[in-house]
């Protein structure tokens, strides 16, 4: 028998944000439904995300709108929760939680903080729970550098660390630049901050240098502190010229 899957990492809910969407077919969609079942996908975690631009969060509140609709209509998914652990194998239904891809999924780069946790508050009462934040994607924004900047850990990124101790939210380290992998880890560690680490869909530059993929040390420490790493099969991140 097949083992269950869990997929770290989708762009389902921007795909769905597109005045397109509706108009292709499951065959088109990679992370469409029956695409899940054969391949024995049981939990599908949905990235809520958003470029930095002016009213990022708008967009990202729509994106936890349309989570919350697909769990009350979509009767093969289901929003996951501990107690489905006990069945997991074997539903036939596929869980689903969301993460956030980016701060500015709930905080543009002009709008208070404190109005950008309100944001992030709302985004987790529409979906119910987040399995991890992301501060940044490729490009720098208010809490730090993404893969393409060399910009390390901001002020506002310090607040997102003290906003998410105890609260069982991953930080997820797939988007980072290596300045702002290694302020993260350093903050928490001389904070104490009580916080998860994982990366939902990075490789390992060693094997193939490219700023997507994770330092060796940044990945020894996520499994250090039994983090999860996600692999990513996109072929700019493995090999372009030889996958």
Known sequence: ???????????????????ESSIYNTEDVGCAVPYLKKGNVKLQI????????KNSHEFGLKQSEIFKNLNEEENELYRFEKHHLANFGTNENIGMLASVESGS?????NIS????????????ENVGSILYIGFTHHAENRFGGGNYSTAGLKNDGKALIDYMHNRNIAIDFSHTSDALAYDILNYISKENINVPIMASHSNYRRV????????????????????????????????????
């Open 46 to 53: 949905m990235a809520i995300f958003a470029p930095v631009e």
């Open 1 to 19: 028998m097949n083992q269950p899957v869990i997929d770290l990492h989708c762009d389902l809910l921007s795909y769905l944000t597109r005045p």
């Open 208 to 243: 193939y240098d490219h700023k997507r993929n994770l330092p060796d040390d940044v990945a020894k420490e996520i499994i250090h502190q039994k983090g999860l790493i996600g692999l990513n099969f996109v072929r700019a991140f493995v090999n372009p010229e030889n996958a």
């Open 105 to 109: 999924a709930f905080c543009d780069e």
């Open 113 to 124: 903080l404190k109005e950008g946790f309100q944001n992030l508050e709302k985004i987790i």
